[in-house]
């Protein structure tokens, strides 16, 4: 199946399946562990059983997608060594001690708190479990943000000089970390996780109200999700707007890939908001386009002159189809997200949620749309940044290990194999657990805890030995 | 003001720490997996798993401190060393994804929950053996050439490796065994006890035969133990071995909670030093020294100041999680 293909395309293949799976544990568990964080305080706050049948609820499902996201993330720390060796020997001096600060800062806060926020409320009493809750919130953060400094880093290098043997040698830590795509990247990709969580948690109370009119928990929890809709979907299409202008100043190629400009516009270019992609010719087939639209939001101004691919040697050009349809696919489903925002607050205003069943329909099917979009913005980014690992200095071609490509293939067959085999049951069962919904006696039961006796843990699953 | 020379060497002692950390963390319940096939019993299955769920994943983050650490502080060695373990590497990160999510996936369901006991089961041995392998792969020597690995991809399969990585896997299930008498009490404890005895004594003889062995992969490392001015390590290191393993057989024999857990831990510490004292200068034997592997001083020195901060922050509060579940396990005590 994979023979014929370079050690550098199987090289690559894995990174993007074992990255793409890995990140939609972390864009998760980042906005669960602020909810939570913000369901214990409510139900300290109020004393209303409500939210803390919500936390005990939402923090099984956590600790599942949080078990899922450790494995997979160690998976990612060897792979640079194992596949990209080069990559990690020139870039290591810059790149590895912020992921190093990631461990110490992040990684260990959240283990070491996470044991107590699972287990240990009658252990600690309310306030230090209260303090660990936030503690593996912030955690979540922090590890963003060291992750994407990283990340942007690779995409505007910047504070760095060489040394004789071809490392990038770390001048200034300040301008490294704060280089110039990082705070719109951080920004986006962080309104991004509360956003999937927002659309997962929306669905599921949707969900039980559907089954349930009136249900309370899945009440609360709906307008909770449908809250963060409305307020924070028109601020993610604005960082994302601010961050698309970031890359157009920094790296022109990947918008002219997005916008599907293969030609240069010298007065005003269209915004082409559909269109089959013809890479052998050079244009896009069929588009549907707005005349100087895309000048308006790239340059604000109709007639302002944009460069397409043609300005750009053809061995630096990213491949325009995946960026083009991704980016799509991305700006698409932010518009749907702003659409059930908005609806929301007008079902609000006509009576409540509870009563809106088709805005409850719509939010089921919306909730796997923020991770549709963050894998979508992701591919749309990487893709769009190829072909170099870091931008405009060290090609990907350069960054390989000296592997053989059967080895690689051997190892992309067995990620790809172990992952749908163990990922698949872990998001089985979150989905199992979903379907039962909060308050479900025994729900937080069978948490890996040290807790629950034989007896309720084959109580707990006797409906399912008579399926 | 230190120079890069000394923080580089400052740097090997903290990726060593690290390393060895994760060693003994994550030995005690990688080796409880092991041991599972030996107890069938459901609830005791239960008991011996709910005794490191708080726990793993910190302890498994010492992993990622030692690989993320690696590259950080020495490119070059993590540059070389994990192309060259290739395969062991992988099959390390695959076998600890099982693992890993069998600590939660076994309690969602009755069918399966035999699957995962296996995940875990097999996850646990085949992460120890794939890492005591690796670590006999290294001791064997790497294969250098313009800063990159130049060996084959079997190079690191070897009787050597294939006997240091049953090494491993039988030290950590000692490690496990004794983990368990600390937190457990009646049936499962007893029967650790007497598991625990067996394989301290298998411990101790593979680490007598690695200790035989290692001097002749390498004439360094004869040269290291045998002649010349470091000859006192032969003495010292062996003569704490069997102290570590008298107290050991004592503390089983009596009955004590603790000490049999403290004896191992310093078994598995004082055979990371006997590995320390082979390798000094080197970070990847034969030919790479902690020096030509050593990031540029800026780096060093930047990621120096989070760790000396963060490190003993990161111990203190480990330590507290520690504490907060201490103790013998109640298999009855409701933790919600």
Redesign the interface.
Known sequence: MLAGYTAETLARLQFAFTVSFHIVFPAFSIGLASYLAVLNGLWLWTRDRVYLTLFDFWKAIFAIAFGMGVVSGIVMSYQFGTNWSVFSDRTGPVLGPLMAYEVLTAFFLEAGFLGIMLFGRKRVGDGLHMMATGMVAVGTLVSATWILSVNSWMHTPQGFGMNDVGQFIPLDWWAIIFNPSFPYRLTHMVLAAYLTTAFVVGAVGAWHLLRTPGRRSALVMFSMAMWMATLVTPLQILAGDMHGLNTLEHQPAKVMAMEGHFESHPDGAPLILFGLVNEDEKRIDYSIEIPKLSSLILKHHLDAPLDGLDTIPDDEEPPVSIVFYTFRVMVALGFAMLGIGLWSLWARWRGGLGEATWLQRAAVVMGPAGFIAVLAGWITTEVGRQPWTVYGLMRTSESLSPIDAPAVASSLVAFIIVYFFVFGAGIYYILRLMDKGPGQAKVEGPTRTAGTTPAQQVQDERPEMQQ | MMFGYELSFLWAGLIAFAVLTYVVLDGFDLGIGILFPFYPN??HR?VM???V???W??N??W???G???L???F??A??????AL??P??LM??A???R??S??????????RGVWDI?FFGGSLIAALSQGIALGALVQGIEVEN???AGG?WDWLTPFSLMTGVAVATGYALLGATWIIMKTEGTVADRMRRHALQLGAATLVFIGIVSLWTPFQDRVYFERWFTGATWYWSVIVPVLMAAAAFVLWRGIAYRHDVTPFLASLSIFVLSFVGIGVSFYPMIVPPSLTIVEAA??E??LR??LV??LI??PI?LI??A??YW??RGK?D??????
Not at chain 2, 78 to 83: E, K
Not at chain 2, 103 to 112: A, G, I, L, S, V
Not at chain 2, 331 to 336: A, I, K, Q, S, W
Request: without cysteine.
């Open positions: 459901e609830k239960d798993m709910n005794s769920a708080p726990v994943d910190g498994e983050t992993l990622v401190l690989g993320g650490g590259m950080a502080v490119p070059l993590y540059a070389v060393v994990m192309p290739y395969m590497i992988i990160l695959l600890l994804v099982f890993g999510v600590f939660e996936f076994r309690w969602k369901t009755t069918r399966w995940a800063r990159a690995y991809w990031a540029p800026s780096s930047f990621a989070g760790a963060l490190i990161i509060y480990t507290y999680s907060v579940f396990i298999p009855d005590e409701g933790y919600h």
